[in-house]
Every structure is written in C-alpha cells, then in structure tokens.
C-alpha cells in the first residue's frame, strides 16, 4: 500500500513492514511475518520492480515478527541484512526473553495469534547473518536510513529515520494498535524487555523531522517525533 511518494506499507495495522522506493533501488525496513513474502512480492509487481532492485533490509529489532522473510531474502537474493549488533545474536539464534504480557482481551489477542498462524509465524527461520549498526550510523542504502538507538523493547531497538520519505520507523519502541487488547492510538508496546527505558528511549527520535511515525503494529501515525513521548506518556 501507497502512503507517500517513495514509502509503502507491507501487511496490515495487525503487522505491518515497510518499502522505500528510489531511483537507486529499494530498501526495506522490517520483514514481518514469513507469510508476507507475497505481500512484498505484490507490491515490487505494482512498483515494475523484483526482487533484484532491493538493496537492503533494516530491522528495527531481532524479534520473530520482525524477521520473517529476512532470510529467505538474504540467503537467496544475496541482501544484507542490518540490525544494531546488541540484538544481532537474537535475529541469528536466540529467543526473546520472557516478558509480561499485560493486559489482554480474548477476541484481539486471537485475532492476532490466528493471524500469525496464516503467516506462518511459527515457522519463522533465523536470519543466517547479518551486518551489525549502531546508534547514529548512516546506512549506504537507497534513501540513506539513520540509525538511532531505542533501547529498552529489546537491547537492540532501533529507530530508522529515511528524510527522504519523510518517515521515521520505529518498529515496536510504540505501537498504534495493541495486538493483544484492540485499543488503538498510539501507546507502549506489550512485550518489551524493560518498559521504563523504552520510555525514556522516546526521547532520542524527539528532534528528528519527519511527518510519518511508522509502528511495526497498528495504523500509520500522521505525527511529528517531537509529540511522541509526550503522547506516549499521557496515553
């Protein structure tokens, strides 16, 4: 789905990942769901674009549905994948660490797990390797993503911010629609490693320009960074 010139949206408000169209070639931000390898399809075949055009994926963190056909990707198309080295290890091999859910209402909660299940999420393939970034790099990718740090949803949460579509992507440092309980609007994400740092983390994004806000879960959000952790904290 179209949002702006250069940026579209894979997948739905449930789990969405991102596609930044250039004249030098694609860069992706996130990779969803195993089952959203035809949704990207889908939408490089709308752009006149393959898979040949993608220059790079950035994942925002190592999480399962955020690396879903990050693999696929890399091992037979030959891109690189970037996530910040402190959650390399997870996006390779290693699980998230168990975290309190929080609250939870039967019919969302299903909703979101059945959808994992039509996007194969449970048979989602670590990522063989990857290229390590960290707080402040500037990536050699179409669009020149800037990396910034947001600890706190995992060690490795980072924030992509590409000028160039107008957008920063902040994977699930915040989400505009809870997966597990249905409310909508901007508000912390379930399942995060340390809630009081990836609070405090909403702060790093508060000066960059941008008019897109874009969660890994939920509506895009039409905001600037600088009303993000204030909205977050009276939410």
Known sequence: MKLAPHLHRLGNDLVACYLIDTPEGITLIDAGMPGHWRDLRRELAALGKSLTDIRGLVLTHGDSDHIGFAE???????????????????ARTGDKPKTPAG???????????GYSLLK??????RVGAVTEIGDGDVLDLPGAPVIV??????????????????????????????????????????????????????????????SWVLPGHGAPWRASPAQVGETIRKS
Do not use: C
């Open 72 to 90: 696929r990707l890399r091992s037979r198309y030959g891109v690189p994948v970037f996530v910040h080295a402190a959650d390399a290890a997870r």
């Open 103 to 113: 609250p939870m209402r039967p019919g969302p909660t299903l909703t979101f797990f």
């Open 120 to 125: 194969n999420a449970l048979r989602t393939p």
């Open 149 to 210: 740090g947001m600890p706190g949803h995992s060690p490795g949460s980072v924030a992509v911010h590409v000028p160039q579509a107008d957008a920063v992507f902040v994977g699930d440092a915040l989400t505009t629609r809870h997966v597990l309980t249905g409310r909508t609007g901007p508000q912390a994400a379930p399942f995060t490693d340390d809630p009081a740092e990836a609070l405090a983390s909403l702060d790093r994004i508060a000066h960059l320009s941008a």
